[in-house]
């Protein structure tokens, strides 16, 4: 299989991102330590604001670690965040109640070089959650992909529809490629210290991919991310990343083919039928459950998780859900989750 780090491992997710297929899909859920789980809101009172929480290592270590012992995932994710990067370049960053709050930028001469000493609380949060895993368990590290960070910093957060970052792109593509290129240099510095600190595999979050037309995604979501990618497996070969150009729809296929990425992770609008026979023989898939499936719950739940694993369980497969985890879904849905996960497949 073409992009498979060839990593050996007792892990079922390292074992599953290298290619191989396995009767009980390795799972995990993004957003995974949140605010869903009473133990998070309490480190969470504790820490002040969310930043703080981030950037304090024995308390991101404990959120990391929180579903771990709950649920008993097959890997943590990193509890961090994707706009660490555009504060380590100098951005204001704060959050509020509807979200991120940055000083829009229009011009990359604005910000610093990436000043990694800001990072290193991340690094550290990283050595701690080492200690407390399960030998089974495999750690995630992120980092935001260069389009979506750049939305946030233009934008100055979350945005309907992208009027300020894709203006600048259209009437400026070399001044909004400065941009890319320096957000692209933290990213892979960032991941590069999560590595070095103990994750054993990094996923690029590209949230607002669907948002651009095949001409931009091909510049402003391929391009970094290939050579991201292309960085990184020569520093670290034996990492695997995985993908997750959200919206893709049916650009998914280049993304697997043209950026070198180990594994796709799919958002809730992707068809299994499309990601097994187009994605599946490229790359390891990962995904794809509504989250809103697991606010519910019920027989509902059940169905489409066995028909996800009935669909791409015969392929290398991560369960997970096709965005994160919503805060409001109560903490027993996950544990059924997880027993229905740990039974056998009943094929008809």
Not at 33 to 62: H, I, M, N, Q
Not at 104 to 129: F, I, K, N, Q, W
């Amino acid at each position: 299989m073409a992009g498979t780090s060839g990593v050996e491992s007792t892990k079922p997710l390292l074992r599953a991102l290298a290619g191989e297929r396995l009767d009980r899909p390795p799972w995990w859920l993004m957003r995974q330590a949140g605010r869903y789980l009473p133990e998070y809101r309490e480190v969470r009172a504790k820490a002040g604001d969310f930043v703080t929480l981030c950037l304090t290592p024995e308390l991101a270590a404990e959120v990391t670690l929180q579903p771990i012992r709950r649920f008993g995932m097959d890997a943590a994710i990193l509890f961090s965040d994707i706009l660490l990067v555009p504060r380590a370049l100098g951005q204001r960053l704060s959050f509020e109640n509807d979200g991120p709050k940055l000083e829009p930028v229009s011009d990359s001469a604005s910000l610093g070089v990436g000043d990694m000493a800001m990072l290193e609380p991340v690094a550290e949060a990283v050595r701690r959650v080492c200690t407390g895993l399960p030998d089974r368990t495999a750690l995630i590290g992120f980092a935001g992909a260069p389009w979506t960070v750049a939305t946030y910093m233009v934008e100055g957060g979350t945005s309907r529809d992208f009027h300020r970052v894709k203006t600048w792109a259209y009437r400026d593509p070399d001044g909004f490629a400065a941009l890319i290129e320096r957000i692209e240099s933290v990213t892979r510095e960032f991941l590069s210290l999560q590595i070095e600190a103990g994750v054993e595999v990094v996923q690029l979050f590209d949230s607002w991919a669907g948002v651009l037309s095949p001409a931009g995604f091909e510049r402003w979501v391929i391009a970094p991310t290939r050579r991201l990618v292309t960085a990184l497996k020569a520093r670290f070969p034996r990492v695997p990343i995985i993908g997750f150009p959200r919206g893709a729809g049916l650009l998914y296929e280049r993304y697997v083919v043209e950026t070198g990425v180990d594994a796709v992770s799919l958002d809730t609008a992707v068809p299994s039928d499309f990601a097994h026979e187009r994605l599946q023989s490229l790359v390891a898939v990962q995904g794809n459950l509504d989250p809103i499936l697991l606010l519910v719950g019920t027989d509902a739940m059940r169905r489409a998780v066995e028909e996800l694993r009935a669909s791409l369980g015969s392929g290398p497969y991560v369960f997970n859900l096709g965005h994160g985890i919503l805060p409001e879904t109560p903490p027993e849905h996950v544990a059924e989750l997880a027993r229905i996960l740990a039974e056998p497949l009943h094929r008809s």
